[in-house]
Nanobody, 130 residues
Framework: QLQLVESGGGLVQPGGSLRLSCAVS????????IGWFRQAPGKEREGVSC????????KYADSVEGRFTISRDNAKNTVYLHMNSLKPEDTAVYYC???????????????????????WGQGTQVTVSS
């Protein structure tokens, strides 16, 4: 059974930084895109940042562009989300997910919509507050 485990969340002051990690229990290199999503209370889950199967293409939500960076270490089957200049509106539960098995999009395509993913982690809380 595939598992994705997020870690690294916590409480941080505005302007601070966090690094989230997503450890995947199966080999992911070149086979699966990985995405970071978030869900704030009363809001729909939204894509934050995603990385293609090849790792060479990335996508960011407009609200985090220039502040967040996604990266993957295929040797460790781990994907990271580096978050800088955090704002109170970044407060949410952050989830990582693996794209749909059997999807035929190319290695450079970056899926970043909720419906394009079928395996999800349990989430990690990020709270930005003074």
């Amino acid at each position: 059974q595939l598992q994705l485990v997020e870690s690294g969340g916590g409480l941080v002051q505005p302007g601070g930084s966090l690094r989230l990690s997503c450890a995947v229990s199966e080999f992911i290199s070149d086979y699966y895109a990985i995405g970071w999503f978030r869900q704030a209370p009363g809001k729909e889950r939204e894509g934050v940042s995603c990385i293609s199967r090849s790792g060479s293409s990335t996508k960011y939500a407009d609200s985090v562009e220039g502040r967040f960076t996604i990266s993957r270490d295929n040797a460790k089957n781990t994907v990271y989300l580096h978050m800088n200049s955090l704002k109170p509106e970044d407060t949410a539960v952050y989830y990582c997910a693996r794209d749909r098995s059997g999807a035929t999009w190319g290695s450079l395509y970056v899926p970043c919509e909720v419906y394009e993913y079928d395996y999800w982690g349990q989430g990690t809380q990020v709270t930005v507050s003074s």
